[in-house]
């Protein structure tokens, strides 16, 4: 499956906030998060379902890839990925708030 969602930001700013994305994932799920230069590999298990996946920041969209998800949780899963990226790239939601609920998690 492929997941693309566009942004406004530069290319810089919409990392740190992917990046951000995969800390929220690390402190919920345990997924971790390995960066090379743009680009993101992302493993680990969710709620008893192994994920693996690709996410690479470009200047005007994000993308992520992985396996095709069960077709049974497929649409949930596309849902939640397109929810959770488009929220964390959003410019109204400041990337000090994002890493705030983040904290909130471990608290």
Known sequence: MKIEVSHALETAAAKARIQELGDYWQ???GVRTTWTRDGATLAGTVMGVS???TIEVGR???ALEAPEPNFLIRKGVVEYLEHKMT???DQKNSLSHL???RGE???
């Open 27 to 29: 402190s919920k799920y």
């Open 105 to 107: 998690r471990l608290g």
């Open 51 to 53: 994920f693996c996946a």
């Open 60 to 62: 005007n969209v994000v």
């Open 99 to 101: 890493r705030s609920r």
């Open 87 to 89: 929220d964390y790239l």
